[in-house]
């Protein structure tokens, strides 16, 4: 009889638990719908939560904004960012603003301790989770390892998001709904990018691992107006180029497939003005992708170059401008054979420094730390990266650094062939056709003159200027450079003669 009635006092207390768990359910989402977001609104909230979690149990899951320490921002905390910044424009009071894509507008996310209600379900009711910003101090004793490496950020909280839901809705949440959150934040990720170029910087901060100086990327907007329609080169050239980038966008699953780095390396050679420079910005606009121009000689170790290309992001091309003037890196690895009982190279990723590095001799990245950097197993990092390097002296640079693998395709840069010169004449002049045009291609297959100079002189000065002008002083600028040929090939004639005379 006893046992009976205890029975029956359980069951009562469990359905009076239900009932009380469903009723609070009740009133906290309506309370929710209301968005009694004032500060005693809030604190009604949170209050409210931990009651029903007595009864229903909250779980929650965190987003941190780094992952792997201070190796790599996670793009989940971004993509929750993004996907939360319209619910964090209509219900959150203190909020933190950053630039769009559209000038005139404002990425909004919220500051710590704000947050935020969203509906779970796809159909909008029923089901409510909460998001909450918070952070947390960095470690006191940072300086050292991956957590050394923020450039600056190792003294910034460390931000995440929490998402707070019920139990019961645990397959809903995990499985519904933080997939639809994520995708639809690279949508909005999508819409209010701005494309970004950044650079290497030296930092001055103590770190008790390897001293004090590390690098760090630093940005500003990328606003170049360079494109493929603005680019003079040989059509078949341009296109054969386009189709390439279009199949690397395009070739996540080919490059798993046959199982190599979702990456690709352009080699970029030719003269001084010859548009190497445009055409990597004519790429980044064409791929819609963010451009990482490093500067070699500001990277202190092959480990801080490690490190700045495990920050960069997908989708970016890699930039080294005028890599043979950048480090000598000519031979380097014969030399290297040869210096190996060197014991100077602490890094151990490789040859010695070279002592005639140019500009910056605190350098200490190597040639086979560079080749690592393109190639080794940290190169997979992530995907989606053009890896691009500048010259005007191909044939200075190593073999193995422009080997196919490392750089893919070679592109050759050439002065101004006449198709070249009359998309230049169409672009600045808009003509398709001028009497000058015969004498304009007669000598350009005799002389020597970059984009550049053709560029530069179909530039009108004057309001005065017009086709006729321009195109008179490109003839010109061609006839003397013919004449200065001719008068250098005189003078370079005389100066072998002298010689033979002399060796005589
Ligand atoms: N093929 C081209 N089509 C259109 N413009 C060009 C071309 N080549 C050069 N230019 C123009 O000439 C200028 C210099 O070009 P750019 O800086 O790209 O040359 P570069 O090859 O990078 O030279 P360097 O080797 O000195 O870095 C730019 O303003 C660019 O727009
Ligand atoms: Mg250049």
Request: some cysteine.
């Amino acid at each position: 009889m006893e046992a009976t009635s205890s029975v029956l006092n359980g069951l009562n207390s469990g359905v009076v638990l239900s009932l009380i768990a469903v009723l609070w359910t009740v009133v906290w989402q309506n309370l929710q719908r209301l968005q009694l977001q004032t500060l005693v609104g809030r604190h009604m909230n949170r209050h409210a939560r931990r009651l029903a979690a007595l009864v229903d149990p909250y779980l929650s899951v965190t987003i941190h904004e780094y992952e792997g320490g201070r190796m790599k921002r996670n793009e989940a905390f971004e993509e929750v960012k993004a996907y939360l910044s319209a619910s964090c424009a209509r219900d959150v009071r203190h909020l933190r603003a950053e630039g769009a894509k559209d000038a005139d507008k404002l990425v909004l996310s919220m500051v710590d301790g704000e947050e935020v209600a969203d509906a779970a379900s796809d159909d909008g009711g029923g089901v409510t989770v909460w998001w909450w910003a918070a952070s947390t101090p960095p470690p006191r004793n940072d300086g050292g390892g991956y957590y050394g490496w923020g450039g600056g950020r190792e003294q910034e909280n460390r931000r995440y998001y929490r998402l707070f839901f019920l139990d019961r809705h645990r397959d809903l949440v995990i499985n519904t709904y933080l997939p639809r959150v994520r995708r639809q934040g690279r949508a909005v990720m999508v819409q209010n990018r701005q494309r970004k170029l950044f650079t290497n910087i030296s930092t001055h901060q103590w770190s008790d691992v390897d001293g004090l100086v590390r690098s760090a990327w630093s940005h500003v907007v990328f606003e170049h107006p360079k494109t493929f329609d603005t680019l003079a080169m040989d059509p078949a050239k341009k296109k054969e180029i386009m189709d390439d980038l279009t199949m690397f966008k395009n070739g996540k699953e080919y490059y798993a497939r046959v199982g190599k780095a979702w990456k690709r390396g352009y080699l970029l050679h030719g003269p001084p003005g010859t548009g190497k420079s445009a055409m990597i910005a004519a790429m980044a606009n064409y791929l819609d992708y963010d451009i990482y121009d490093i500067e070699l000689t500001s990277v202190h170790s092959n480990t801080d170059l490690r490190k700045l290309f495990i920050e960069t992001t997908s989708k970016s091309i890699i930039v080294i401008e005028d890599i043979d003037c950048s480090l000598d890196l000519t031979g380097a690895r014969k030399k290297k054979k040869e210096a190996a009982d060197d014991d100077s190279n602490k890094d151990g990723a490789g040859g010695p420094p070279k002592p005639d590095m140019k500009k910056d001799t605190s350098s200490k990245v190597t040639l086979s730390g560079l080749l690592n950097f393109i190639d080794g197993l940290w190169s997979a990092c992530g995907g989606e990266r053009l890896i691009v390097f500048t010259t005007n002296h191909v044939e200075k640079l190593d073999p193995a650094l422009i080997r196919r693998g490392r750089m893919d395709k070679h592109i050759e840069m050439s002065y101004c062939c006449f198709e070249a010169f009359k998309f230049l004449a169409k672009t600045y002049l808009e003509v398709d056709s001028h009497h000058l045009f015969p004498a304009v291609e007669e000598l350009l297959s005799e002389v020597d003159m970059t984009p550049a100079d053709v560029a530069e002189n179909l530039t009108p000065k004057s309001l005065d200027d017009n086709a006729d002008t321009c195109l008179a002083g490109l003839v010109k600028e061609l006839e003397k450079a013919k004449e200065d040929k001719a008068n250098g090939r005189n003078d370079q004639d005389e100066d072998d003669d002298a010689q033979v005379a002399e060796d005589k």
